[in-house]
T-cell receptor, first 109, second 112 residues
């Protein structure tokens, strides 16, 4: 069974401070990991996927298979980063996407 | 290119009523899914489809039916609405080889 855990429900940081959102997963095969972002009352948008190893809006995430983690990081948070962030997982040959409970990030001025 | 379109955006139902949430995508995606979003629980998979004529259950299928007669459409039917089905419902689609799902804007359903 696949499972995604986001231990922090709420995260509050000051503008310009670093922010890190934790994500741990359990999966028996080779997973594909994603971060989705949902701004207030909007649809979910794909932010990052581990396979592309890209940086979007200053965010990066590294897949650590040893620790089964896919933490999301940004060195300098901005007010527009305030949103709900979901970590999600699917199998390499699987189309089902499993989500964590989400972390609400508030960036204070 | 509209992406994934969900209707209606808002709906209030009385307990016991039935209704259909519509979802359509114009990207020729094979895979489509329905999720419900509840506070503190993230998004939970209700039903999914890997192509026209093929559907299967997700984590929380009870009380919901789906069908996939065309590639474009994937409606979600509530058979007899219950207050526990008050939620925000998201439809999503994904093409083969495309790693990310595209989500609709959601339907906010209240059952009283």
């Amino acid at each position: 069974a696949q499972r995604v855990t986001q231990p922090e429900k709420l995260l509050s940081v000051f503008k310009g401070a670093p922010v890190e959102l934790k994500c741990n997963y359990s999966y028996s095969g080779s997973p594909e990991l994603f971060w989705y972002v949902q701004y207030s009352r909007q649809r979910l948008q794909l932010l990052l996927r581990h396979i592309s190893r890209e940086s979007i809006k200053g965010f990066t995430a590294d897949l650590n298979k040893g620790e089964t983690s896919f933490h999301l990081k940004k060195p300098f948070a901005q007010e527009e980063d305030s949103a709900m962030y979901y970590c999600a997982l699917s199998g390499s040959n699987d189309y089902k996407l499993s989500f964590g409970a989400g972390t609400t990030v508030t960036v204070r001025a | 290119n509209a992406g994934v379109t969900q209707t209606p955006k808002f709906q209030v139902l009385k307990t016991g009523q039935s209704m259909t949430l519509q979802c359509a995508q114009d990207m020729n995606h094979e895979y489509m899914s329905w999720y419900r979003q509840d506070p503190g629980m993230g998004l939970r998979l209700i039903h999914y489809s890997v192509g026209a004529g093929i559907t299967d259950q997700g984590e929380v299928p009870n009380g919901y039916n789906v069908s996939r007669s065309t590639t474009e459409d994937f409606p979600l039917r509530l058979l007899s609405a219950a207050p526990s089905q008050t939620s925000v419902y998201f439809c999503a689609s994904k093409g083969q080889g495309n790693y990310g799902y595209t989500f609709g804007s959601g339907t906010r359903l209240t059952v009283v």
